[in-house]
């Protein structure tokens, strides 16, 4: 071969190299919701960000880089969507609906079909940690801590990586709040939050620590969530609280543990439990909204169902109906028939599942009653 054409041909191998970039290979994709690993990187220039609102998660992840900080408590979706953030700016395609949908109402989004997932050192950097605490975040789960009742949850796994003091745009400004924890300074004092130059109370009970959460991806915050635990689970509680760029306001205190990224859908629908010691000891699974005044409230329910059904046997007889209104008629549960406690409507009327499969209607009594001595295998604790 002709050296010069051997010379030529090297070179254009040699150039191809340089300008293919910092890539993910197809099978090693970053975007999205893959567990993508980083190749080599040769991109020096980041895509610089200009727009200095909630149009943006994490506005300069193109060319700073990020730390624990800024991204050690921010929930999951909020980690998916900052990743997948610095896909988008580059005009990344996605394919996940939710995806599409959420990047095609960004302004600054422009689809490219021809990206192929270049990313530059700084942005490459970003990506790993954010998939990261990805990763920490999903191995910390909030789960069904009793298996007669799986509205009763626990958290499991390290929760080390949750930060006590966190810089993050809470109001979609394009400024960063310093949030800090306080603990208490006696034994007795009181946990503090505080944001910029604003220090309020939030409680003297062990509080492990903060989480930034997004209630609704649709407006421009981020909400503060407390998770207020105790070794007595009626006494476990979730603050949330926001911030507005003025003030910051209590928005809600939920029972439970409702911070977790599986108890609300990003759409301001949060999820919590109660504990009911209605007929039984169990845990109401309650539902509550954000409204137009970016407060959460509870929103009412026809039936609140015990999850999973709690089998019982009949002590004595009962009166029963097939509909709680009092139409459809009665009859008697004999003693040892057996039922499935089905759930209530918080109102007084307890759902039956019969050994024959029908679902029947038991109005407890205005008055103080021992329901062990009609119905034995009831879920009774303090």
Not at 184 to 213: C, M, N
Not at 280 to 287: H, N
């Amino acid at each position: 071969m002709d050296f010069r054409k051997f010379l030529l041909i090297y070179g254009v191998i040699i150039l191809s190299l340089i300008f293919s970039g910092c890539t993910y290979t197809k099978n090693e994709k970053g975007a999205e919701g893959g567990n993508g690993k980083l190749v080599a990187a040769s991109e020096t220039t980041g895509v610089p960000s200009t727009v200095a609102t909630r149009d943006y998660i994490l506005k300069d992840s193109s060319n700073s880089v990020l730390s624990p900080e800024k991204i050690g408590s921010l929930d999951n979706h909020i980690l998916e969507l900052a990743r997948n953030e610095i896909f988008a700016r580059h005009g990344y395609v996605f394919k996940r609906k939710d995806l599409q949908d959420y990047f095609a109402a960004k302004p600054w989004y422009h689809a490219d079909s021809t990206y192929k997932e270049h990313l530059n050192p700084t942005e490459k950097q970003n990506v790993a940690l954010l998939h990261e605490y990805e990763a920490k975040y999903a191995a910390y789960k909030l789960e069904p801590a009793h298996t007669d009742d799986v509205h009763l949850r626990g958290y499991t796994g390290d929760s080390g990586f949750k930060q006590k003091k966190m810089k993050v745009d809470l109001n979609g400004d394009g400024s960063e709040e310093e949030i800090q924890l306080i603990p208490p300074e006696t034994e007795l004092g009181a946990f503090k939050l505080k944001v910029r130059d604003i220090t309020i109370e939030v409680g003297s009970e062990l509080l492990p620590y903060l989480d930034i959460v997004d209630l609704d991806i649709d407006d421009q915050y981020f909400e503060i969530a407390l998770q207020m635990d105790s070794q007595m689970d009626f006494l476990r509680s979730t603050s949330f609280y926001a911030y507005d760029g003025e003030t910051l306001k209590q928005i809600g205190e939920l029972p439970g543990f409702s911070a977790h990224s599986s108890m609300f859908d990003g759409h301001g629908r949060v999820v919590s439990a109660k504990e009911s010691k209605d007929f039984q000891t169990w845990f109401r699974e309650l539902v509550f909204h954000l409204d137009n005044e970016h407060a959460l409230h509870e929103e009412h329910q026809d039936f609140y169902p015990m999850e999973p059904p709690t089998p019982l046997t009949i002590k004595k007889e009962i009166t029963v109906k097939f509909h709680k209104d009092d139409t459809g008629g009665t009859f008697s549960l004999k003693p040892d028939d057996n039922v499935k406690f089905l759930g209530d409507d918080k109102l007084g009327h307890i759902k039956f599942q019969t050994s024959t499969g029908k679902e029947v209607w038991y109005t407890m009594s205005d008055k103080d009653v021992d329901y062990s001595d009609f119905f034995d295998g009831l879920i009774l604790y303090d």
